[in-house]
């Protein structure tokens, strides 16, 4: 039971590139968010959808962009990135208010 | 600015010690407040969480006490064990915000042998 897996799990830009993480997740869920985490800033909501074709921004969206053309799939765009989109980003669905993550992709702008 | 304060940032214990982590809110429209537990390079999973109808939930090691009058709920590990060290976090929510939770900063417990 896979739950909700990410890709990549590490990735290093320069500034100015552009890159997509995937989200995926196997249990049905309508509802799905992208989160960052900071050091000392806990879990900030960049993006979330609450179903297919839909999308909304969340606390911190500025530089982002994101699409939920398939139920079970969630991306996150960086169209150019910035060292302050250095992060750890976390993607997750949710049955009603718990919520389930996945592992993480690491990022890392130079 | 987080709608959701917590404290400490970080704190050690000895094995078989007792682990508090306390959390502050504003919005008294919150009406769900979850822990959730986070291991190195994993993402975070549900603890616990609790509904302001009830002043403690207890799981195992884990209770919630919860101070609706003082807008506090905190966090109590029983019996501390090295494999509760992990990054705790407390979060918050109200209907009808589709799920969104505000998390705390997260406190890094560590439990030592």
């Known amino acids: 039971n896979a739950g909700v897996t990410q890709t990549p799990k590490f990735r290093v830009l320069k500034t100015g590139q552009s890159m997509t993480l995937l989200c995926a997740q196997d249990?049905?869920?309508?509802?799905m968010y992208w989160y960052r985490q900071d050091p000392g800033m806990g879990l900030r909501l960049i993006h979330y959808?609450?179903?297919?074709?839909?999308?909304a921004k969340g606390e911190v969206p500025d530089g982002y962009n994101v699409s939920r053309l398939k139920k079970q799939n969630f991306l996150l765009g960086l169209e150019s990135a910035a060292p302050s989109q250095t992060s750890v980003y976390f993607c997750?669905?949710?049955?009603?208010?718990?919520?389930?993550f996945g592992s993480g992709t690491q990022l890392s702008v130079l | 600015q987080q709608q959701v304060k917590q404290s400490p940032q970080s704190l050690i214990v000895q094995k078989g010690g007792i682990s508090i982590i306390n959390c502050a809110y504003e919005?008294?429209?919150?009406?769900?407040f979850p822990w959730y537990q986070q291991f190195p390079g994993k993402g975070p999973a549900l603890l616990i969480a609790?509904?302001?109808?009830?002043s403690e939930k207890k799981e195992g090691r884990f209770t919630i006490s919860f101070n609706k009058s003082a807008k506090q709920f905190s966090l109590h590990i029983m019996d501390s064990q090295p494999g509760d060290s992990a990054t705790y976090f407390c979060?918050?929510?109200?209907?009808?915000?589709?799920?969104?939770?505000?998390f705390g900063a997260g406190t890094t417990v560590t439990v030592r042998a």
């Open positions: 609790i509904r302001p109808d009830v």
């Open positions: 919005n008294t429209a919150f009406d769900y």
């Open positions: 959808s609450v179903g297919e074709g839909t999308t």
């Open positions: 249990m049905n869920h309508e509802y």
């Open positions: 997750a669905s949710s049955f009603y208010e718990k919520l389930f």
């Open positions: 979060a918050a929510t109200y209907p009808p915000n589709d799920y969104k939770l505000s």
